[in-house]
């Protein structure tokens, strides 16, 4: 019986460099703009739920619409610094959130069809050491570890 292989991916030398190099560039810019965040600044600060976001929003256009209402101690041109660089960070956000979930899921599919064709591979040396052909005991007694039996006395791949 043939594995059906799921997905087939290829990266050549250069797509790894660029993509990895893509990666390490935006790590270099974020990086010395970011804080490090503990779990309990994480708590303390949060995130601010949509909600929020509308209010934020509604409070900005108001701050541009009627500037003498504005409290002295905000300091406008910094709330738009910060608001233009959470809308950029946030863009970021979701960019980068989706190649993570497409990288998650190619990997899913590799591990799949990487641990099927190993499935293949032990059940075809576990036959081929009861055969006693050449090597095959040898490569079977060293992968069995991995394939403990479990309580119904059967293998793994069995089961």
């Not at 910060?82 to 899921?105: C, F, H, N, P, S």
Request: no cysteine.
């Amino acid at each position: 019986m043939i594995n059906d292989d799921l997905i087939q991916v290829v990266f050549t030398a250069e797509e790894k460099e660029i993509a990895n190099q893509a990666l390490r560039t935006l790590l270099e810019i974020i990086t010395p703009k970011s804080p490090v965040l503990s779990n309990d600044d994480r708590r303390t600060y949060g995130s601010v739920s949509e909600q929020n976001k509308l209010k934020i929003n509604k409070g900005r256009t108001y701050m541009g619409q009627f500037p003498e209402l504005v409290p002295s101690f905000i300091d406008r041109e910094e709330f738009e610094r910060d608001y233009q660089a959470r809308i950029g960070t946030e863009e970021m956000i979701m960019l980068a959130e989706d190649v993570l979930r497409k990288l998650t899921d190619m990997k899913i599919m590799l591990d799949y069809d990487n641990y099927q064709d190993v499935l293949a591979f032990y059940r075809s040396v576990r036959y081929s050491a009861s055969e006693k052909v050449s090597n095959a005991v040898t490569v079977y007694n060293d992968m069995k570890q991995f394939f403990l039996r479990a309580a119904s006395g059967k293998t793994e791949t069995e089961a």
